[in-house]
């Protein structure tokens, strides 16, 4: 059964740091890009960033710089460290393949406000 958790998420201050991780399973995790998906109330899901099998990493405008991805393809997992957060960042995060395979975990809600 393909799965993807994710975790870390929480409630943090503007200019504030998290790390978002995700594990997945039921897939060769290593031969995947990760992705790394945001979506805010009322909006479309979109993609914030992801990692190649081999390393190469895309960012979205709205969080180079700010935002690095990450993975560790021993233990399955996708990491997204969050720094210099903004309130617009608040939305529910997810991660999943690029490529159309398993289905949308439950995500982690990241709140930014003060």
């Known amino acids: 059964q393909v799965q993807f958790v994710e975790s870390g998420g929480g409630l943090v201050q503007p200019g504030g740091s998290l790390r978002l991780s995700c594990v997945a399973s039921g897939i060769i995790f290593s031969a995947y890009t990760m992705g790394w998906y945001r979506q805010a109330r009322g909006k479309q899901r979109e993609l914030v960033a992801h990692?190649?099998?081999?390393?190469?990493?895309y960012y979205a405008d709205s969080v180079r710089g700010r935002f690095t991805i990450s993975r560790d393809n021993a233990k399955n997992t996708v990491y997204l460290q969050m720094n210099s957060l903004k309130p617009e960042d608040t939305a529910v995060y997810y991660c999943?393949?690029?490529?159309?395979?398993?289905?949308w975990g439950q995500g982690t809600q990241v709140t930014v406000s003060s």
């Open positions: 990692i190649t099998s081999n390393g190469n990493i």
């Open positions: 999943k393949p690029l490529t159309a395979i398993g289905s």
